[in-house]
């Protein structure tokens, strides 16, 4: 839950589809607004979503502040 709205991170209409976007919405009890900490052999980490398994990530792996964050297949998110 974000602190300053009070929303949570959603997936946009309950999207099942890789490269669904993401965003803030009142939070509820749907499975798309469950994210999950994990840990990859690699050393790196992910938000993990209940709904499809897929993970957050930066669209095209920009550092730039306000970049879209999309969810994606584990193996597409760490790449970014």
């Known amino acids: 839950t974000n602190v300053g709205s009070g929303h949570c991170l959603d997936v ?4 099942s589809a890789a490269g669904a976007n993401v965003l803030q919405a009142t939070c509820g009890a749907a499975s798309s ?3 999950t900490p994990v840990a ?5 980490h992910a938000m993990k979503n209940a709904a499809s ?3 957050l990530s930066v669209v095209g792996g920009s550092t730039v ?3 879209d964050v999309v969810r994606n297949p584990a193996r597409i ?3 970014q």
Not at 12 to 15: P, T
């Open 77 to 79: 998110a760490l790449r």
């Open 53 to 55: 398994g897929h993970c």
């Open 12 to 15: 946009a209409g309950g999207s």
């Open 33 to 35: 607004q469950t994210w």
């Open 65 to 67: 502040a306000g970049a």
């Open 40 to 44: 990859f052999l690699d050393g790196g």
